[in-house]
């Protein structure tokens, strides 16, 4: 099984760290150059594209037998599809990508039809992970419960009820989670949190996404917590 990844560097070394090289039977072409992908991508690659969901386009490149990831926290792989009218796509997988999500035992996936598990599996397999289905929508799950966690806590940092190590700790201790809400959009990025949670309020218009006006500054100058 050759697999070839379509991603930039910080992603391409998570993969890494995830799938390290040296599997029976498996090996691996890393790209960062979309313009090389003609050349190098077969038919018979299983792809993992870190950034199909910006350019839908690139759907119209993979033929219908080809097993291609789609990074997917941020789009739902129907109405990506349906945006390009393709009739016969690609064997569509989502999966999440987001930084230090990715690097985790399991993978959280989601697919565009039921009967593509078994390709699912058999990837997985090879590549010797487990992995969780989710359904097919906006958010996936783990990044829409994480970046929904930190907005709320832009909410209380923002109305001064605490510092940002208060609510980290807080959450920790009360909830037990193994990181607070500030750590985890720091390890995730900024850019990131502001762009699942913006996708998963115009999916479902819920006032629990709408993004908190000092995580969205935050988003805008570049900053960190």
């Given amino acids: 099984m050759h697999i070839v990844v379509l991603s930039g560097p910080e992603m391409a070394a998570e993969f890494q760290q995830k799938f390290p090289e040296g599997k029976e ?18 038919p018979t690659d299983v792809i993992f594209d870190f950034t199909l969901h910006q350019h839908p386009e690139r759907l119209t490149q ?9 990074h997917a926290p941020t789009v739902q792989l129907a109405a990506l599809v349906n945006e390009v009218e393709l009739d016969q796509p690609c064997t569509l997988i989502g ?26 599996r058999e990837v997985c397999a090879a590549l010797g992970t487990e992995y969780l289905l989710v359904d097919d929508r906006v958010g996936m799950v ?11 806590a832009c909410y209380t940092l923002q109305e001064q009820t605490g510092s940002v190590a208060d609510i980290d700790q807080g959450m920790k201790l009360g909830t037990n989670y193994p990181k607070g809400p500030f750590e985890w959009a720091k390890q995730l990025g900024i850019r990131h949190v502001y762009e699942v949670l913006q996708a998963v309020y ?24």
Wanted: a negative charge; aromatic letters at 10%; proline letters at 7%.
């Fill in 62 to 70: 993979y033929a219908p037998e080809q097993v291609v990831f789609c």
């Fill in 25 to 42: 039977d498996v090996s691996f072409t890393f790209l960062s150059s979309l313009s090389m992908q003609d050349e190098l991508c077969q």
């Fill in 142 to 152: 783990t990044p829409r419960i994480i970046c929904m966690i930190i907005n709320e």
């Fill in 95 to 120: 999966f999440n990508g987001l930084p230090t999500l990715f690097n985790r035992p399991v993978l959280e996936v989601s697919l565009l039809r039921p009967e593509h598990e078994e390709k699912l």
């Fill in 202 to 225: 115009e999916d479902t218009k819920e006032e629990r996404y709408k993004i908190c006006p000092l995580l969205k500054t935050k988003y805008l100058k570049g900053e960190e917590f």
